[in-house]
């Protein structure tokens, strides 16, 4: 199973601001997604990272406020952009090599103020 | 301690017993399903999945039932333990889509 790593773990930021959460995976992956989990809730799909392209956005999540890179296949990036407290949530990668296998990084909790 | 899971239903059950967490899936489509569990402060952790030509797999201590019919999947947990407490989801997915579609949690309260 593939290893994954976030950055920050956690942060607390100014409304206005914006935050890049990064996602290191310790072998090279097929897939990479982002996940949101806002408290007490259950996982949402905010788009699958594309390596070499842009990602993919499901429906409510667009990439003036979530703009993702994939520069390679270990490694992505997700902004939060001019953030409200709405967007305090804990903020989720996942790889993987199949479709019935991904794994998930620790997450990074962030609250904004 | 995290937020994941205030708000989600909780199954209590006493150490050594067996536990049975539920899942209603909803795409007649989907063709393989996995079971995490999120401990708190963590990432959701694969436990165990199941591929839509099967209705049983076991692993370790737990046991995957699906059925297809109703669009039901379950988790079976052998002599539950202290540290089986969590929040457990059931995720589908389909191979065309290859992102998952998450169900909304279980709370698992293990008793000593």
């Known amino acids: 199973s593939a290893v994954i790593s976030q950055k920050p773990s956690r942060d607390i930021c100014q409304r206005g601001t914006s935050l890049t959460i990064q996602c290191q995976v310790d072998?090279?992956?097929?897939?990479m997604f982002w996940y949101r989990q806002q408290p007490g809730q259950s996982l949402t799909l905010i788009a699958t990272a594309n390596q070499g392209s842009e990602a993919t956005y499901e429906s409510g999540f667009v990439i003036d406020k979530f703009p993702i890179s994939r520069p390679n296949l270990t490694f992505s990036t997700l902004t939060v952009s001019n953030m409200s407290p709405e967007d305090s949530s804990i903020y989720l990668c996942?790889?993987?090599?199949?479709?019935?296998?991904?794994?998930f990084g620790p997450g990074t909790r962030l609250t904004v103020l | 301690g995290e937020s994941v899971g205030l708000h989600l239903p909780t199954l209590s059950v006493q150490e050594g017993d067996n536990s049975i967490i539920n899942c209603a899936y909803s795409?007649?489509?989907?063709?393989?399903f996995i079971w995490y569990k999120q401990e708190s402060g963590k990432g959701p952790q694969f436990i165990i999945d199941?591929?839509?030509?099967?209705d049983k797999r076991q692993g370790q201590r737990v046991t995957v039932l699906l059925n297809k019919t109703v669009k039901h999947l379950s988790l079976q947990i052998a002599a539950t333990q202290p540290g089986d407490s969590a929040v457990y989801f059931c995720?589908?997915?389909?191979?065309?889509?290859?992102?998952?579609?998450f169900g909304s949690g279980t709370r698992l309260q293990v008793q000593p």
């Open positions: 072998s090279q992956v097929t897939m």
């Open positions: 795409n007649s489509a989907s063709d393989y």
């Open positions: 995720a589908e997915g389909y191979t065309g889509r290859r992102a998952l579609t």
């Open positions: 996942s790889a993987g090599q199949g479709a019935n296998e991904q794994f």
């Open positions: 199941i591929r839509s030509n099967m």
